[in-house]
């Protein structure tokens, strides 16, 4: 039976919760020992020893669904604001840019790109304040007037991994997840910088990487060929398919491995397809809705909002 996991927010407190076929249940009444041995750790510490806890999860995931009433589901989500990022909080977020052919070509202009004479990008976004999950939760950067969108598949990480080859890569997967990279492009290419590329600026600020609604273990995924929708206020703005991929999730799991050790809960994005702001000098505003969906995974819906303070 094919499950989930989020962090949904029940009487006010982050709870991890199973979910089967659109009901939630608390990890702690349906699989306990999955939460051992730090369970105010939540969902990091299930991804933390996936080899041990998946199959508690796949046993948990079929006794609620041929007995769904032998124990109490979770009340479902009052609101968008209780489906909180489903992990809290990894220890990298590994993003990788330029990395869809067409956006690359219509986006970017780079006309003549071809993979055989490149390396792909790699940057870091910092978990602990950049992350965050549905509602009303993305705050306005300031410092910015062009803030831009991207979809992306993420990849959750589930076993140390260093020195990856084509033939392992994928064996550290524990599973997908649905995420958003924002970015400031005028800090992005500031034309005061130094280079005049700034990754720094342009995509670390607070709150830039809403990830969730949930967890879906690899084994329920043909992640070769998801479809990646985007919606700003309803209008769609990226529709592609991970086959347009130019490096593949292993091939980017290879290189970033050569230069640092993947750990359990790492999330791994996989860059985003044609479509965003860059190409066409829109740009989001508070009060924008973002609706980010990708086969399988669900709908990561986020509201921008004006700063106070």
Known sequence: MAFSLATLRVEGVPTPALCVSGRYWGLSDVAPEVLQPEPARGLMNVIDHWERTEPLLIAAADRVSTQPESVRPLPAPACLEDVLTPLRYPRKVVLTGANYYEHMRGDAGHADWEKETKIPLFFLKPPTTTLVGCGKTVRYPEQTQKLDYEIELAVIIGRTASRLTLENAMDCVAGYSVAIDLSARDWQRHPQHMVKFDLFGGKAFDDS???????????????????????LNGELKQDATTRDMI????????????????????????????GVGLATGEWMKPGDVLEAEITGLGCLTVEIVKQHG
């Open 209 to 231: 990487c809403p990830l969730g609604p949930a967890i879906v273990p690899a084994r329920f995924v043909e992640e070769d060929d998801l479809r990646l929708r985007f919606r």
């Open 247 to 274: 490096w593949s999730i292993p091939e980017q799991l290879v290189k970033i491995t050569e230069h640092l050790t993947l750990e359990p809960g790492d999330v791994v994005c996989t860059g985003t397809p044609a």
